[in-house]
């Protein structure tokens, strides 16, 4: 009877012996709930989400690239197809992913910050933390930038009545953000911006991870874009004086299969930021060729015309120039606010600064302008020489930028299967729709084109 | 049940027995009935009364009674005995009587159960041929439903009344004698099984409770018997297929084919290709038309050789080169017996299947032992199973799949996979044929794909083992009580091997990617020549563990309960590991090093690309979890009343102990009467009926989920920056629930007329609770969709089983009918999705819409073909239109077409059995009906429609042909959003209602002329299967089924052979 007693017994005790850490095992070992330092960092670092925010669709629609019509009719998806021709209906249903790419970052900037928040006081005031809030608070305010840049009018004095973007500042992804008003939008991307810009570190190991001068030139970027020429001066000047890593292009090669060194993990000294732009077929495709007037402006003894141009069997111009957040364009933000406040000897110092690292050896002198207006206007030609087809180019922001000021607007054309196709300054269609997925799910105002 | 009482009078030393035969079921009497009495040898014959009169000596006697369609029977008799012996007999066909139900848990007499469930018998299951157990299934049992569309060769696709998880697993729970199986189902020896139960609603299946929400599907293998042996059964099954009809692929011919490329060409359309920097191949029609441009060929040559093309198809190719007709071969030997102290079964399987594709076939080796014993007076049984099975997967052909011209996707119909003479050719794949030419030149191997030679040089197999081993203890405690201890271990080890030989095209043209030419001629080789090796180590253990206390017992007369808990665990560990060697040579085994830090240069695309050496070596390690405590107890009153109720708590490590903390647990409930026993009920036609009603929850789980934001990490080894990186796999969702559904269900069990006339009818109602729901999400969240606790669902059904001796004498005709009905409803769905995403993603079951079935078809209202062009034409707003932009993004959802459901409402079979002495035969048609299906058509896309749907001959052409098709025009320009229209519009949606001749099943006994030879059974049988179709409701005479190539008809022969 005592066994039976026990065998009985043992029966019970075991429904109490199991004991809870068996069940908090991860199901899969590679799984893990952010809370760290270096799960934040590992998001951060997952730079085809962070790092891949800069558009594509962009360079079709500027005077930057020719198509010719069968290459043009052989495109695979509508989006390209239409904004070559600036078609009203852009996407025909399809994604766009210059809508998608800089949410999909901004969300993981959120969860960063969000888990950042949760983190105790102490944590709070380790450098690590202060790095990693400044990290996401970039990826997050860029992403703001570059989609305003697409899906909204250039930001001007009617600001406060244009409609912006959704903003969303919390990794709840049940919650919903109305579109607000562009001055909103910008008030954001500087917030974040200017935040980030007092907690990142000068350098970093990779290219991928932003730094403060990384976010001063893009500070300096966004300020241009707003016309405060004295803030974007000021930023790109304090970013030059603490580096100066322009590269001289007389010691490439060109005829190297590709003379710039490889950006990652952590080579070409010009790059400040890792930032790729959403792939296309048209980008590789051999019978898409560089503009000829675009060709055309630079001079034979430009290093630029042989080290970013080839020409393939078929005597088409292909671009290789390298992408991401450089020193360049920050000599040519300070090169034009000085011109911008008439101080026109500073800006063709530093024109020439840039210039003389990209023409042959001594073969140029400074140049010497008059008025502010000639300035201006060969600042906006090295502007699209040096910032040219990919995506660093800023073709897209300086036509929305400039056609703001009649001096300076551009008329686009194109001619497809014997149609011409225009582009007025100011048009409604330099504003991109909001995708299909978008307005349905969450009944935004549609841009109107 | 009966009175069977015994006066013991002592008499004189002999004495009169009278005694009566009778049907237990409708007490009328056994006319003709044999008596035998073992002690003296007699054997008498019962009267027209079914009675019998025997004069006997006093002492006890053991008689047995024999009649044709009843169950044999013993009793034993003391004599003298005073007054009539009555003695029932069973009818050997009776479906309710003295069967029992294996839950997985505990056997229950079918007369107890309250819940909805079916046995599937022996004899079926080997009614059919197949090396997959639970194809068996397929159209045997109501409410058991396949579905038909993009599901892979041996996997099960089966669903048990309908889907009641939206984007849950979906398959049902096996248990595997008496724990989940959570293995390949291949890896189950078909002739090892002695029977399967479905277990349908909440009351058979909560005992599972949370992963029973698709049904349970219960596989118990055979077991040794106490009673004599050794039995031995050999059989062996021979099955051949036809190859498949891959000439009635719905294809643009070649004649077709190079009109088009010939219209494209002149609309420059092959510019970009033939100057891409990436050297894209271009079809031979193509190549030829270049070369006449540049007069590098006579231009009448060029032509004759196109022309020539036009003659050619691909197909006739594949089918001779690539397809063979399958040959299966499956064997099995088992010997069984035992004595009162024991049993044992023991058994070896062996199957070979030489797959349709040449050189692909499947190996399998199973080795069963099991055994038990009983102890201590037979209070303590143990019982101890070994199962080893090893199967073997050699993939070498992979079909047409791997022809392609990579610009263009599909390889161009007039293709040719060998000349006149039998030579292997190569075709244009990757490169130009020019580009890879001038490439060998300088010194790159061989770069020219041939596809017949990749078949001959692949080495590509995996390789399954699985060792199970079962150990349980049984001890009664007492009269009724017994505990009960099972544990189970299974270790699985699988190897995929793919060795790549440098002979082969992807080793080569891996190689010739990397290598630079260096100025003097030499090549630098990166990727050092010799083969690639893949290889993937997966390795699980898995424990289980279950106590149980269980007590059965019969109280008084009329009093029975039955009550039975426990707890068990699961703890599965699963190691993977998958690594790449380079410049494998696999005669001494050994590899190169490879800089996988560098970035080296593409041989192709010098100047813009720069390439990486794929890094394959993967690591993983899961576990998965499972504490569950259960509990169920039933009561039988007067053997006719039932009642059962069950309870189940499931704990998982997979959403994190919070959220199972918050679970609740699964319940059932259930009453049965069994009203033929009741006092009153003297309805002689009626042999038995039973009225049962249950109702509870089972759940179901998705294991991709967690209620915490939950990030996959990644090395970085692979990527540019060497960082290790992580990826956000779900977001937040700190609501996750388990999924829950409850069932009720009624049902009826009848048998009539001598129980020539038997079936059960059973009608549920489901409601799917907490269902998680993928819902598209705006972008700016920052996710394209989310999986929540989302819809709710409503199904509703009706199972028919019914059973019919319609002829019964020297030929005997059966007729099985079942039929079944079943819809679900989505009754709650938070948000409201694109219309592109219900006419796309619906049929699939991908968008659920509330007041529509899950797997629902949408279309577009079509208005014809524009007279003036061609163009397809639809409605906005109740005008005819064209404008397809506006029609895709103002059309609201419910002014879309909605059809009706992708899965069929009604479905079934009716298996006649038509039986002549020792020969059968039975043929099974099966049906379903009321849905719909979309026939797929041609889409121009930006090529007019090359290598599409051969719907291309039927297009508008001419004003008038809108009145003779519906196909429409070239389109002038590019247009997604005309193709997305004609797509989806209604006129290619059809009723998918058809009737199916499956199969048919030839056997015949010889049983009674070989016993002299010391055998005791041979059967030997044919079966056809995938016969074909009787009937379709559809205009475009197509099989909805199977709208790409449909199943292969196949032709078995088998021998059973018992000893």
Known sequence: MKLKFFIVLMFCTGLFSCKKEFLEEKPSKSLLVPTTFADMQALLDNYRIMNFQAPGLTMLATDEVILGDATWSALSTAPQRNSYVWAADLAEGATIFEWNNPYMAIFYANVVLDGLDNMSDADKDSPEWKKLRGAALFFRGSGFFYLSQLFCEQYDDKANANLGIPLPLHPDVNRRYGRGTLQETFDRILMDLNEAYTLLPEKEVSKIRPTSLATAAMLARINLTMGNYNEAGELANSCISKYDGLIDYNVLNPSSFNPFEETLPNGNAEVLLYMASVSYAFQGASTTTVDPNLYALYEEIDTRKKIFFTTNTAGLINSRNYGGISLPEVYLISAECYARNNALSESMVMLHRLREKRYIKNSIAQQTVLSRDEALRLIFIERRKELSCNSRSMRWYDLKRLNKEQLYETTLKRYVNGQVHELLPNDRRYVYPIPDQEIIRHQHVQNQR | ?1059
């Open chain 2, 1 to 1059: 049940m009966l009175c069977l009482s015994i006066a013991v009078i002592k008499l004189n030393a002999q004495g009169a027995l009278t005694g009566q035969v009778f049907s237990k079921q409708t007490k009328d009497p056994l006319r003709g009935a044999t008596i035998k009495v073992h002690e003296t040898n007699q054997t008498l014959i019962a009267d027209s009364n079914g009675k019998f009169k025997l004069i006997l000596s006093n002492g006890d006697y053991r008689l047995s009674i024999i009649n044709i369609g009843y169950l044999k029977k013993d009793i034993l008799v003391n004599i003298p005995y005073e007054g009539l012996l009555l003695i029932p007999l069973l009818n050997d066909t009776t479906l309710l009587d003295e069967v029992t139900i294996s839950t997985g848990y505990q056997k229950i007499s079918k007369e107890r159960l309250t819940g909805s469930v079916v046995r599937v018998d022996n004899s079926l299951i080997e009614r059919r041929v197949s090396t997959n157990i639970l194809n068996r299934l397929e159209d045997v049992v109501p409410g058991v439903v396949f579905n038909r569309s993009g599901l892979s060769s041996r996997k099960s696709p089966m669903s048990i009344r309908g889907q009641s998880t939206l984007f849950g697993n979906t398959d049902p729970l096996i248990i595997l004698n008496n724990f989940p199986y959570d293995g390949d189902i291949n890896n189950i020896n078909p002739n090892d099984v002695e029977d399967i139960t479905i277990l349908k609603d909440a009351s058979a299946a909560s005992i599972w409770g949370a992963r029973a929400g698709n049904g349970v599907v219960v596989i118990t293998t055979k077991q040794g018997s106490n009673i004599g042996g050794p039995k031995v059964n050999f059989s062996s099954r021979v099955t051949i297929g036809e190859k498949p009809d891959l000439l009635s692929s719905q294809i643009m011919g070649s004649s077709d084919y190079i009109e088009t490329e010939k219209r494209l060409f002149a609309l420059n359309f092959y510019r970009s290709t033939e100057l891409s920097a990436a050297r894209a191949p271009l079809s031979p029609v193509v190549e030829l038309l270049i070369a006449k441009r540049d007069g590098l060929i006579d231009p009448r040559t060029a032509d004759e050789q196109i022309e020539g093309m036009k003659l050619l198809d691909v197909r006739e190719h594949y089918l001779k080169y690539l397809y063979r007709l399958p040959f299966n071969l499956q064997q099995s030997l088992n010997v069984m017996g035992g004595n009162q102290s024991g049993k044992y079964y023991l058994s070896a399987g062996w199957d070979k299947n030489l797959e349709t594709l040449r050189a692909n076939d499947f190996n399998r080796v199973t080795l069963t032992a099991n055994n038990s014993y009983l102890f201590l007076n037979k209070r303590l049984e143990l019982s101890a199973n070994v199962n080893f099975n090893q199967n073997n997967n050699v993939v070498q052909n992979l079909g047409s799949a791997n022809i392609t011209l990579s610009s263009l996707g599909a390889i161009y119909p007039y293709a040719q996979l060998v000349d006149d003479s039998g030579n292997s050719l190569p075709i244009a794949n990757n490169y130009r044929l020019s580009y890879v030419r001038s490439a060998e030149q300088k010194g790159l191997l061989d770069w020219a794909y041939k596809p017949l030679d990749e078949i001959r040089y692949a080495d590509n197999t995996t390789n399954y083992r699985e060792l199970r081993g079962d150990f349980g203890l049984s001890y009664k405690v007492i009269d009724g009580l017994r505990a009960k201890i099972l544990y189970q271990y299974i270790y699985g080890n699988s190897i995929g091997r793919n060795n790549r030989s440098q002979e082969t095209f992807f080793t080569r043209n891996l190689i010739n990617t990397y290598s630079i030419i260096n100025a003097n001629g030499s090549v630098t080789r990166p990727i050092p020549l010799g083969g690639i090796l893949d290889q993937t180590d997966i390795t699980s253990n898995s424990h289980q563990l279950r106590t149980q206390l269980s007590y059965d017992k019969q109280i008084g007369k009329s009093h029975y309960i039955s009550f039975l808990s426990g707890y068990e665990f699961k703890d599965g560990e699963t190691q993977s590991r998958s690594f790449r060697i380079y410049g494998y040579d696999d005669m001494h085994a050994t590899g190169q090093l490879v800089d996988y830090q560098k970035n080296h240069v593409s041989q192709v695309t010098p100047t813009t690309t720069t390439l990486r050496i794929p890094y394959m070596d993967i690591m993983g390690s899961l576990t998965d979890r499972f504490v569950s405590y259960f509990a169920n107890g039933a009561y039988t009153f007067d053997s006719q009343y039932n009642a059962y109720a069950s309870i189940r708590l499931d704990q998982s490590n997979i959403f994190g102990v919070n959220t199972n903390q918050k679970g609740i647990p699964l319940w059932s409930t259930g009453l049965a009467w069994n009203i033929d026993r009741a006092g009153f009920f003297k309805v002689r036609e009626i042999n038995a009926l039973k009225l049962r009603f249950s109702y509870g929850y089972n759940g179901n789980v998705d294991r991709s989920l967690s209620a915490y934001t939950t990030a996959q990490y990644y090395a970085g080894s692979t990527v540019s920056t060497g960082l290790p990186y992580a990826t956000i796999q779900n977001p937040p969702n700190p609501n996750l629930r388990w999924e829950r559904v409850s069932v009720m269900n009624t049902g009826i069990d009848f048998s009539l007329f001598n129980s020539r006339l038997s079936g059960s009818f059973d009608y549920y109602i489901k409601r799917g609770k907490d269902l998680l729901g993928a819902t598209p999400f705006p972008p700016s969240t920052g996710i394209t969709s989310f999986r929540g606790n989302y819809a709710h669902t409503k199904g509703k059904g009706v199972d028919i089983s019914l059973q019919s001796i319609n002829v019964k004498s020297i030929l005997n005709w059966q007729t099985n009918f079942i039929f079944s009905y079943s819809k679900d409803i989505v009754t709650s769905y938070e948000l409201i999705a694109a219309n592109a995403n219900y006419l796309e993603q619906g049929i699939n079951g991908g968008f659920p819409l509330v007041g529509k079935p899950l797997y629902a078809i949408y279309s577009y209202k079509w208005a014809g073909l524009d007279p003036l062009n061609g163009d397809p034409m639809g409605y906005l707003a109740d005008n005819i239109s064209k404008s397809y932009a506006q029609m895709q993004t103002l059309t609201p959802v419910d002014k879309l077409i909605f059809n009706g459901t992708s899965r069929p409402l009604y479905y079934g079979a009716v298996r006649n059995t038509v039986s002549f002495k020792n020969i059968s035969l039975s043929a099974n048609i099966s049906y379903r009906l009321g849905y719909y299906f979309r026939k797929s058509s041609i889409s121009y896309g930006g090529n007019q429609g090359l290598g599409g749907h051969s719907d291309y001959e039927l297009r508008w052409k001419n004003a008038g042909d809108e009145l003779k098709t519906f196909v429409p025009s070239i389109p002038a320009s590019n247009n997604a959003r005309r193709d997305i229209f004609y797509a989806y519009s209604e006129i290619l949606v059809d009723k998918g209602d058809h009737i199916r001749l499956q199969d048919v099943n030839l056997s015949y006994d010889l049983d009674s002329k070989l016993s002299k030879f010391g055998i005791k059974g041979v059967k030997l049988f044919v079966y056809i299967d995938n016969i074909g179709l009787i009937w379709k409701a559809n205009d475009f005479d197509i099989d909805p089924d199977f709208q790409g190539i449909p199943p292969v008809r196949t032709y078995s022969f088998g021998i059973n052979l018992n000893l």
